[in-house]
């Protein structure tokens, strides 16, 4: 067959004189020269094939039109929990485009739904679009948006809720919605690392294992369910203020963070939990009504600055004359920076500006008690945060800030553990 | 016996009615609150005892006093090779403070290797001091006495050599020397995350592996060589461009990212590589003096911005107005940031800095073409910095502008593979 027989997103098998490939015509576009073309093997990766070593080209599947996905109706069980959905955006509503060999946004909350048919076999599911945002575009406001989303499902019966969200940033929405919200139903931002039109897509598997958990788990809380590990078999349950996106394309690219995932949640809706009950307390019991608050109050001019050899003190004090209300430092090792620092940092607290510590080594725990370095930051006023994630930090610290702006309070609330995000020492030091 | 009798700083043994504890008692403190006492246990930590609860104590061992270390001679053995060892300070040099339960850096070079007797039956050692800094304080003006110190030394004989340095900026050195230093010697950094006077201390051990790959290693370049797992039994080699702290306290810290460690040595000199030699294309072969390369300029004027919810684009206003050259943002997933970053980003490339992209996932690739987020980057001329590490990126971008201010110059640079930074795809996309 021609190659200009076949049209760009067709299914096609192509023999060269270096081997076999089968694969999606891509368009020509600036990924391939005149000498190229591109097809995306079934893995999702494009590869280039130069033109004069093919041999043959055989169409294995004309390129399918855009298909129109029929909502399906739910009918409601009553032998069966309510589990709402609510849509935020990100790759796990995305599709590559065969035009642009990129991937767009394309799935509603509806679509999403009606694409899995598993899941209404697991409750009685509705869905809603809150935006359709991938997460790198997500601010602040977005969290008290998805906030408020969830407190209504919840308050209009929902049992459990499952928040689609792009995973760029949704260990940071994961956190804001730990401090935002006391839930007697399980939150659960879940995702997608690849595209669902991929054959390597875990869009499909990390939704029904979500939902398996929004329905049936035995504690409330906000989570983060995905991919556990490379095969398809179960899914993490990782604490809403410990988790981090740790690898930029693998599927199984959430950690907990300084613990244990609390558990595993599978397809087939079997629970595994890997942590014992006692680990369980700053997630509410499970339907108690009366326990669902909503408290969003958030100051958003507070920044992250991680620390790095060269790094000027005027960088600190330019944030001071923006207005900046809290600082929160990703330093070195047991939490420390530069000396040349301390001047900027002692004159930001001095000024009313909250600053805290939390380490670049991701893992660990600050102590700033051990060296020099440490002790000046502490008696500078820098408040030290022991083990948690430099980004929950962050984001607690502007909800802290939403509710104080007092020195010694802000340091109270930062220091308190609220939703999983510290494990104090056992031992003085 | 009775408490007031028993010197602070001396070995003792507590029995309490809540059990029985050994350490070093420590001073009282802002620490400690009258009711308590404080003991530093073999493992360093230190713990609070209540007072009331102590039924007896016991005296296992006075306060030592400073011990004056002997400096031993090194005699000059011609069947063994010369490595020197340059100090730089950091918990390596460092000990407890028993005054303030601080660790304060304490050893010079010479007393560094007259505490390690084992250095002196790998090689003829010699030792030279470059400053003593904990490796927060170490700035980019630091790398470049280091790089001149080590360039001293190979070209003085050196075979090997050793650069004992803080773990806190270890691998922002590793990096920097990198590129600074074209060698035909082996230049091996290590130090220790435990001060020498804890029973856990890795100090000795990670000084021994690193002389041991220093006298034995098969081929040349930067190296960090530290703890390879959480007991005694060997040391990782790591590339110096791929090297990072991941955890605040563990002895098994340092890990290389996005890749294998290079080997493993163990204190009797077992050297086990673990990558091909295939692997280490970028590292000079040993003893070809006449590859023995300086190159230390460098721009100090470039900043690391770790990319998060609510940055505001001023930021990077702000570091234009302020004349930096250069910038690598630590974007998200893939190489992303907030599309409300975007013009403030054109700007700054349009007004000649140089911007960079990598991602806070730390593992894995930014992969900028995926979604119209990154191509609206790339086309903005951010430069993807494929799979280096954030602070490889920086340290990097420092030394190309250093070299050249034309950015399609510095595009190039920042995307050759000097030092093992950069592992390209092997696949189209």
């Not at 192509?14 to 073309?37: C, F, N, V």
């Not at 799935?107 to 598993?118: R, Y």
């Not at 940071?172 to 669902?196: C, D, E, H, N």
């Not at 945060?385 to 007092?406: F, I, S």
Request: aromatic residues 6%; glycine residues 8%; contains cysteine.
């Amino acid at each position: 067959m021609e190659l200009k027989e076949i049209k760009e997103g067709s299914l096609v098998g192509i023999e060269t004189t270096e081997g076999a490939y089968r694969g999606i015509l891509m368009p020509r576009s600036e990924l391939a020269d005149k000498g190229h073309l591109v097809i995306k093997l079934d893995n999702g990766y494009n590869i280039g094939i130069e033109k004069s070593k093919i041999t043959q080209i055989e169409l294995i599947e004309k390129k399918r039109e855009k298909e129109e996905i029929e909502l399906k109706k739910a009918v409601s069980d009553p032998g069966k929990v309510n589990v709402s959905i609510l849509a935020t955006g990100g790759t796990i509503a995305s599709k590559v485009d065969y035009v642009t060999g990129g991937v767009h946004s394309a799935f509603s909350a509806d679509e999403l739904i009606s694409a899995v048919p598993e899941l209404q076999g697991i409750a009685n599911i509705s869905g809603k679009q809150v935006f359709n945002k991938f997460s790198e575009n997500v601010n602040p406001g977005d969290w008290v948006k998805i906030a408020r989303a969830v407190y209504d499902e919840v308050k209009n019966g929902a049992c459990g809720v499952v928040v689609t969200h792009g995973t760029d940033t949704m260990g940071y929405t994961s956190a804001a919605l730990s401090f935002m919200l006391k839930t007697p139903a399980p939150v659960i931002l879940t995702g997608a690392q690849r595209s669902s039109d991929r054959g390597s897509s875990d869009a499909a598997m990390d939704l029904i294992c979500a939902a398996q958990f929004a329905a049936k788990a035995d504690f409330a809380g906000v989570f983060v369910v995905m991919h556990g590990e490379p095969s398809d078999s179960y899914c993490l349950i990782h604490p809403g203020t410990r988790v981090r996106k740790l690898h930029s394309s693998r599927r199984d690219a959430f950690k907990t963070v300084n613990d244990k995932p609390l558990g595993k949640a599978d397809v087939n809706g079997n629970i595994e939990y890997l942590k014992d009950s006692n680990s369980y307390r700053f997630f509410i019991e499970k339907n108690k009504k009366d326990r669902l608050e909503l408290d969003t109050k958030l100051e958003e001019k507070a920044a992250l600055i991680k620390y790095f050899p060269g790094l000027n003190p005027e960088m600190i004090s330019y944030l001071v004359n923006a207005g900046y209300k809290g600082i929160v430092l990703e330093g070195t090792g047991l939490g420390h920076v530069n000396e040349n620092l301390f001047k900027s940092i002692k004159q930001a607290i001095d000024s009313g500006v909250t600053v805290a510590m939390t380490s670049q080594t991701i893992f660990g725990r600050v102590n700033m008690r051990v060296y020099a370095t440490g002790r000046n930051l502490l008696n500078a006023g820098v408040i030290p945060c022991e083990d948690m994630l430099p980004e929950t930090a962050l984001v607690k610290l502007m909800w802290v800030l939403g509710h104080t702006n007092k020195a010694e309070k802000a340091r109270e609330m930062m220091l308190t553990n609220y939703a999983g995000e510290i494990t104090k020492r056992t031992t003085v030091e």
